[in-house]
C-alpha cells in the first residue's frame, strides 16, 4: 500500500518507553497501582502483562503474579478474567491451575435457554460478548498454544482435561494457512499427536526453527518431524 509508517511507529515507542510499570522488589510481584495494599480487584489487569502485553519478566515473577492476584480478583467479577488467567497457566506449564481456571472461565456465566454470557455468574450485563471472546482466546492462544513472535508464529498446543482431538481451521501466518489438527490421551496434558495441514501450499512453507526434545509428542508436517517454533522459508 506504500503506507510509511515510521513517523507512527517512532511514536508509539514512545509512548511505550514513557509508560510506568511499578515492581515489588521484596514480593517479588507487581503492584496494581502505586500504594496497593493488597485491595480487591475487580479483573484481570497486572496479569495482562504476560498475555497480551507478553512483557519481559522472569517465569518466578509470572507465576508470582498469577498467585497473589487469583485470591485477591472479585470471583464475581467479569467472565474474561479467568480466560487471562488460564492462557497464562498454561504458558507456564501449569496445567492443573489452567484447567481450573478454564472451567471458572464459562462454567458460571453461560446461561440457558442460548447458552449465552452474563458479565458475572449471577448479574451483569446480558450477552456480554467480551466473556466470550475471553473464552475463544483460551482456546486459540491457550490451548491450541498460538503465539506470534516479532521473528516467527509459535505453537505449543496442550490438550484441555479430557479432550481426545481438537481442530482449529484456517489459520493464518503471513502468507501461508493452514490447519491444526491435535490428538490427545484424555489423560494427560501432552499431545498424542500434532498434524498441520497447508491449505494454499503454492505461497509458502514451514522450516525447521529448533529441536524440542522435551515433550513426548510426535510432531507431523508432510511427513517429517518439526518443532514446535516455525519459521517462513
Known amino acids: 500500500l506504500n503506507i510509511d509508517l515510521s513517523e507512527k511507529k517512532t511514536k ?3 509512548l511505550r518507553d514513557d509508560l510506568v510499570i511499578l515492581f515489588d522488589e521484596t514480593k517479588q510481584i507487581h503492584p496494581e497501582y502505586s500504594g496497593y495494599a493488597g485491595e480487591k480487584v475487580k479483573q484481570a489487569d497486572v496479569v495482562l502483562l ?8 522472569s517465569f518466578e515473577v509470572k507465576n508470582n503474579d498469577l498467585e497473589y492476584y487469583e485470591s485477591r480478583t472479585d470471583q464475581q467479577g467479569p467472565a474474561m478474567t479467568w480466560a487471562i488467567f488460564t492462557i497464562n497457566s498454561l504458558r507456564l506449564e501449569n496445567y492443573q491451575r489452567a484447567h481450573r481456571y478454564f472451567n471458572a472461565s ?3 456465566n453461560m446461561h ?3 447458552m449465552v454470557w452474563s458479565e458475572s455468574p449471577q448479574s451483569g450485563a446480558d450477552n456480554f460478548i467480551t466473556g466470550a471472546g475471553g ?11 498460538i503465539s506470534v513472535t ?3 508464529l509459535q505453537l505449543t498446543p496442550i490438550c484441555p482435561l479430557g479432550a481426545t482431538y481438537f481442530k482449529v481451521r484456517a489459520l493464518q501466518y503471513l502468507r501461508v494457512k493452514f490447519d491444526l489438527s491435535v490428538w490427545c490421551d484424555k489423560e494427560r496434558e501432552i499431545p498424542l499427536k500434532i498434524i498441520m495441514n497447508l491449505v494454499n501450499k503454492e505461497q509458502g512453507s514451514f522450516s525447521d526453527n529448533s529441536n524440542y526434545e522435551r515433550l513426548e509428542a510426535r510432531y507431523e508436517f508432510e511427513n517429517r518431524l518439526v518443532a514446535r517454533e516455525l519459521t517462513l522459508e
Not at 50 to 57: I, S
Not at 135 to 145: A, C, D, E, I, K
Open 12 to 14: 508509539l515507542e514512545s
Open 150 to 152: 516479532e521473528t516467527y
Open 112 to 114: 440457558p435457554p442460548f
Open 50 to 57: 504476560q498475555y497480551p502485553l507478553q512483557a519481559p519478566m
Open 135 to 145: 473464552f475463544l482466546q483460551t482456546l486459540l492462544y491457550g490451548y491450541s498454544g
Open 106 to 108: 464459562f462454567q458460571d
